[in-house]
């Protein structure tokens, strides 16, 4: 297990500071630490509570949200696509984009699917605020779920029309699996490893969360996390998940390691 730092210890620091999400899954956070961890960059984590303020997040590098990327005094990168860039340049190999340009797009557009602002990661996200929202104001986490609701642009009408895009883009996904089984490609983008396949098995987590042994984390969080909507879960290959689970037996940290 890595030491995890409060922002206040890490601004001190020199080196990588990787800051993550604590307590849950968070796929921008676990995608983020699987890079670093698959190129066995050394780093820190810190510590971003998802919800809350991070007053001292913020005024260390002027941002609140998970993951960030802090390399000595370079300027904080957010962006996933800024993330994978650091850890390309930091350790080139193993190598998690192609490199042929036109290739390298091609992993970044199907990554956005993923993780960029209204993608599946954004969607979910939206479906899983619905249920929370209907929270009363007395209740202990009203608080947090309204910082969150706010943050992410939530409204009822975009959260009950989130299911539509989700399931476009997992039909995208599986049909690219099966492309990629027929040509006899083990990966999502031809026959090695890349950053394609460490984000959708991050972001995997909030359809189908992992098993307790590879993701211990509470009863109440796993629930939320697992999509049972039928038109969601039929639009998704199941070898998918097979793949997902896969890829974290031989190549990511387990079990997760969500903080203090």
Known sequence: MKRWLTPEEARSRTGLR??????????WSEAAKA???????????????????????????????APQAVFNQ???????RDIIELAERLEPHPALCPKNAEAREEMFDWIALLAD???LGWQRRLMLLQPMMALPETHPGH???????QRYGYDSTKAQEASRP?????????????????AGHRYLLGESLSALDLYWAAFAAIIDPLPPSIC???????????????????ALDPRLLEHRTALYQEWLEIPLDLGP
Not at 217 to 232: F, K, N, Q, S
């Open 117 to 119: 602002e209204n993608g």
């Open 143 to 149: 608080q947090m779920v309204a910082n969150l609701a």
């Open 216 to 234: 211990p984390m509470p009863d109440v969080i796993r629930a939320g996390y697992l999509c049972e909507d039928p038109d969601i879960r039929s």
């Open 74 to 80: 370079e300027t904080t990168r957010s962006g996933w």
């Open 18 to 27: 990787l800051v993550l999400t604590v307590s849950v899954p968070g796929p």
């Open 166 to 182: 989700i399931i476009q883009i997992l039909k995208k996904f599986s049909l690219l699996f099966q492309k990629q089984r027929e």
């Open 35 to 65: 890079l670093f961890h698959v190129k066995k960059i050394p780093h820190d984590r810190v510590i971003q509570e998802g919800g809350s303020e991070n007053e001292a997040l913020f005024d260390w590098t002027g941002e609140r949200n």
